[in-house]
């Protein structure tokens, strides 16, 4: 902790994340060394995601690499059929993936701003999945007793050594054509997934190998001119992003858009969106098959393959996709225009 407060004299407030990477730890270790922290049992995952419901209005925030999500609103509804969860309110739009979910506190800090609640959960590797903090308007009362039911004693933390992610198939070796072909059959953009398993492909291999016409690249300043689009003709838009433990997802239009240094931002009342546009290098426009017809995407990876957020038209059950979105994904400029 005296590591702590020396790297907070000398760089100022620092987010969690940018805090924990420079004294080389994980954030999970952070939150472990904070005597506020009460540790919680994670022997009922959908008992203890069930119980945020009684904290009223409270903020969902995801991030990965380069992108941070934010949901203000009820945090109810919470399901789940084993491992796979999900959360459907107005606002907070949540799917969990608990294989790897591990550790879980109950966090109150002092600032500048007053006292802040937050629980925070975090993977076998130390790696933040979710964060849900408290405002004003939160029932205190509700979070005390979420605190006090789940508390479990604080014994050293365990982590797993980051595990070493397998590489795909080579594209060399799978039969394209069928590939293609199984595309083109899908009948819902869900069976998506399943697809890439059985013909043991990443994202972009899949994108690389679409039928024409079906997936094509565009810059990588995409993605802001998309944004401004949407806002300013009121379109409302699906917003995902997440981890390999979390995806939360925005439905409805964008009103602030805006840009600050590397970072491009959604500040909204009740969605936020931090995106680090230098941590993207590739941007893909795809058309997946459903069942009322193609939904079309725009996806953003970085370097490392990671998918940092995928961005659709908002689409009501039985509905179509509306044409002013796909129109406007139509627009954007292919990456080959870089050269032109």
Known sequence: MAQLALLRA??????PRDTAAQLGITECELVHADPAATRLDTSDWPA???AIAALGEVTALAHNSACVHELTGHYGNVQFDGKV??????VIDLRFFLFGWAHAYAQVTAGTEGIRRALQFFDRNGHAIQKV???????IAAFDALRERFACPRTALQLDAATVVQSKAASSDIDIAAFQRDWLALGDVHA???????????????????PPGQAWQVRTDAVEVLL?????????IMVFAGNGGI???HTGPLHEVKVVGNWLNVLDAQFKLRLRTDLITEAWVTHKPGDTGAVTSLELFNEAGESLV???????PGQSERIEWRKLLGELLPLESDDA
Request: glycine letters at 8%.
């Open 310 to 316: 995928t961005f659709f038209g908002e689409r009501k």
């Open 85 to 90: 969860g999900l959360a459907i309110n107005p």
């Open 133 to 139: 903090f408290l405002s004003d308007s939160s029932n």
């Open 247 to 249: 995806i939360q997802i």
């Open 48 to 50: 203890l995601l069930s």
């Open 228 to 236: 401004r689009r949407t806002a300013a003709i009121g379109l409302p």
């Open 192 to 210: 998506f997934h399943p697809l890439l398993r059985r013909y043991g492909l990443s994202r972009q291999q899949a994108f690389r190998l679409a």
């Open 10 to 15: 000398q760089e100022g407030a620092l987010y």
